[in-house]
T-cell receptor, first 112, second 110 residues
């Protein structure tokens, strides 16, 4: 298996623009997670899906952030409008019932 | 809620043992993990221990758990330069709701 695939790997955008990050989980995994990593706040869980249904979105910072999982093999995290403080590395991870999280390589977002 | 604390930096000489420490606050945490992050990559599970265990050994890795003090440690024997990375401790009462520490950057000197 190719592992968790994220795109884009790097994104540089201007404040106010819409950003869409994409994730393809490992086939057969029924849970998907979006994390954000910054120097100041470390690794934060943003949202968790189970069987394509959002279970816990309490970590989503504000209404500018939204996440969808239209099917078992694809998820998006959207920021609209983006702000400089959204600059971070965004990780997608998936897991099966074993509980082990498999992380993608991350999408590094820079908002100017 | 759960809070996980780690020291930020550790430097060891190649061949020595490394010990990375972690403390957590929620005594109901039953899932305790160690993840490794190499530059430009995502986190990769190294090992884990459940709260009903005191120790787990896996090749060069030894995890010790002191439930009373809510203290977790990761020992890497015969540390190699390839072990240089950031190590994250994670704790939680469910396998999905994990709280990660800030990470310990391990530098292995030749």
């Amino acid at each position: 298996d190719a592992g968790v695939i994220q795109s884009p790997r790097h994104e540089v955008t201007e404040m106010g623009q819409e950003v869409t990050l994409r994730c393809k989980p490992i086939s057969g995994h029924n849970s998907l997670f979006w994390y954000r990593q910054t120097m100041m706040r470390g690794l934060e869980l943003l949202i968790y899906f189970n069987n394509n249904v959002p279970i816990d979105d309490s970590g989503m910072p504000e209404d500018r952030f939204s996440a969808k999982m239209p099917n078992a093999s694809f998820s998006t995290l959207k920021i609209q409008p983006s702000e400089p403080r959204d600059s971070a590395v965004y990780f997608c991870a998936s897991s099966s019932n074993t509980g082990e999280l498999f992380f993608g390589e991350g999408s590094r977002l820079t908002v100017l | 809620g759960e809070d996980v604390e780690q020291s930020l930096f550790l430097s060891v000489r190649e061949g020595d043992s490394s010990v990375i420490n972690c403390t957590y606050t929620d005594s109901s945490s039953t899932y305790l993990y160690w993840y490794k992050q190499e530059p430009g990559a995502g986190l990769q599970l190294l090992t884990y221990i459940f709260s009903n265990m005191d120790m787990k050994q896996d090749q060069r890795l030894t995890v010790l758990l002191n439930k009373k003090d809510k203290h977790l440690s990761l020992r890497i024997a015969d540390t190699q330069t390839g072990d240089s990375a950031i190590y994250f401790c994670a704790a939680g009462d469910s396998s999905y709701k994990l709280i990660f520490g800030s990470g310990t950057r391990l530098l292995v000197r030749p």
